[in-house]
């Protein structure tokens, strides 16, 4: 029905647009008492793994994006998922870059935004989680830096975001690679990228925390950024998205969709070859069953979607866990 009937009505409209109408959508259906048994049809999925100290019902969560300023997570957990990001959050509010913002590319089963780090601020996001409560499932925020933040003070800002946030998050993200923030994927330098984490650590030193990098990272800042991570005995989440312009499309802004997945899987081949026990959540092109299996085999912990849902709708989570499904829910089974 999401192909044929509603896809083609939303793809109708502006897509930043259509997400505003599906985030009004779920927002108001998060008010029913009895929003579980509507979702019910996306199943259960019990197979249990524990990482990072957490518990997760299924390796396969929500990217970052889809819901920046925590209004949507309470319902968005009853699709099937084992976790849910939401940001990215900036310490203060800002509102992104001009519109039109948003762009799709059916062909190829790629969007292409620019729509930079929009969103309500750490405080609203917290008051946000504070109101609608924590999910059953994991919460992991995104944060990143503030638009008209100078590199220098990169690292105050991220720590004034994190202060705010951090008894909201059970796990953070911090996000140093998003082509649409100025000047932003230079955090991947070490000694830019040593001074956030430094700060983060001091705040909350047993916070789980992963560093979001960039799907076309250079390797020197791979092996740098790898080692950041053992030393603070942080992950990392591999990838963003990539400049599309890199791409060859003709809008600017960073790409993701199909277009990504083969990138996505050198990237986490590559820090496999570097570290073997650094935590790695995947991200970029899974549309299948058989890619996020593929992930899990070379190497990553968890695995995250975003542009799927958008072309495949919410039955996609149930079509790409059918091998992580425990049919009798008579407990978990770890893995």
């Known amino acids: 029905m999401y192909k044929h009937l509603i896809r083609p009505i939303l793809f109708k409209l502006d897509p930043e647009k259509a997400h505003e109408l599906v985030s009004f959508a779920i927002r108001t259906t998060s008010i029913l008492p009895f929003k579980e048994k509507i979702f019910s049809f996306c199943g259960n999925f019990v197979k249990e793994k524990e ?28 699709l099937g998922f084992g976790f849910i990001e939401i940001g990215t959050v900036t310490f203060m509010p800002q509102p992104g870059n001009e519109r039109p913002r948003l762009f799709r590319f059916p062909e190829n089963m790629a969007i292409v935004n620019r729509m930079g780090f929009n969103n309500k601020g750490a405080k609203k996001v ?14 992991g ?27 909201y998050g059970d796990f953070f993200i911090i996000n140093i690679s998003c082509p649409n923030i100025k000047d932003l994927r230079k955090l991947h330098d070490i ?50 998205t990539l400049p599309a312009e890199k791409a060859g499309y003709s809008q600017k802004g960073g790409l993701s969709g199909r277009p990504l997945n083969m ?30 299996n593929e992930r899990l085999k070379y190497g990553a912990n968890l ?22 499904r425990n049919l009798s829910f008579q407990g978990s089974v770890k893995s």
């Not at 917290?126 to 919460?139: M, Q």
């Not at 800002?157 to 008894?167: E, K, P, S, T, W």
């Open 51 to 78: 990482f990072m100290g957490l518990k997760f019902k299924n390796p396969l969560g929500l990217a970052s994006g889809f819901d920046k300023n925590a209004e949507l997570y309470n319902v968005m957990q009853y």
């Open 126 to 139: 917290a008051e946000n989680i504070a109101s609608n409560g924590k999910p059953s499932i994991p919460l």
């Open 141 to 167: 925020i995104n944060i990143g830096k503030n638009t008209d933040c100078p590199l220098e003070n990169a690292a105050e800002n991220y720590a004034d975001c994190f202060r705010i946030l951090r008894q």
């Open 303 to 324: 695995a995250e979607i975003y542009t799927s849902i958008i072309y495949e709708g919410p039955l996609v989570v149930k079509k790409i866990l059918k091998s992580h």
């Open 191 to 240: 000694n830019y990228l040593e001074k956030i984490i430094s700060r983060l650590k001091n705040q909350d030193s047993l916070k789980p925390m992963l560093i979001k990098i960039a799907p076309d990272i250079e390797n020197s800042d791979l092996v740098n950024v790898v080692k950041i991570c053992l030393k603070y005995q942080m992950g990392l989440i591999a990838s963003n």
């Open 263 to 292: 990138l996505a899987m050198e990237r986490l081949k590559e820090i496999r070859e570097i570290s073997k026990e650094i935590p790695i959540i995947s991200s970029g092109g899974i549309f299948s069953e058989d890619d996020l």
